[in-house]
């Protein structure tokens, strides 16, 4: 399993990140150790809080926010600090290419320079398609096959398909462990102010 090192000078606040800033080099730290990955989180988003972008706002999630978690996958999503605790815990689960290919389908669909289309296209199928890809995610052969047909001619939807596929894996699957986790619980806590393994 691949190790993912985070560069502080990327983490200036929750606001400024994406979810794949929150892993962090687990060097000397159990994988599936996610009290460990989270304390890291809240301690370098605690560190910012003065930032700029931060001004006037805590770093922490409120009750309300981590309520709404549990509502649907798109509310978790939708939310930086929630997407990040979701990454964690997919990869406590060693399943984070899949949070990992859908946040780099979301940024494809969202790109602008048609010059810039392709070799990004390429980049996606190279690290999350193809056969012993890097991080290969779990698709059927017909959306492989439709993929690879459309990177002669990339659109902003040629992943559209396989991100729904993977979004719906994630909603079936690991959506509902992440909603019934001790990692979830102990963010509801953590936001009632009455955490009990995430206290510094």
Not at 94 to 115: H, K, P, Q, V, Y
């Amino acid at each position: 399993m691949r190790e993912c090192v985070v560069s502080e000078r990327d983490m200036a606040c929750t606001d400024c990140m994406k979810a794949s800033d929150f892993s962090i080099d687990t060097k000397g730290i159990k994988k599936r150790n996610w009290r460990t990955r989270i304390r890291y989180l809240l301690k370098i988003t605690s560190s910012f809080s003065s930032s700029k972008c931060m001004a006037g706002r805590s770093y922490r999630p409120t009750v309300e926010e981590v309520n709404q978690w549990a509502q649907s996958l798109d509310k978790l999503l939708s939310h930086k600090y929630g997407k990040a605790a979701f990454q964690i815990f997919l990869k406590s689960e060693f399943c984070d290419e899949n949070i990992e290919f859908w946040t780099a389908c979301e940024e494809f669909r969202t790109m602008t320079s048609l010059g810039k289309l392709s070799p990004r296209a390429r980049t996606i199928y190279e690290e999350f398609i193809q056969c012993d890809a890097p991080k290969e995610i779990n698709l059927d052969y017909q959306t492989k096959d439709a993929i690879i047909q459309s990177l002669r001619l990339p659109s902003l939807t040629c992943f559209l398909s396989a991100q729904k596929k993977v979004f719906n894996l994630m909603e079936n699957n690991s959506y509902p462990r992440f909603i019934h986790s001790e990692l979830y619980k102990e963010l509801c806590a953590v936001a009632r102010g009455e955490g009990k393994y995430l206290k510094f």
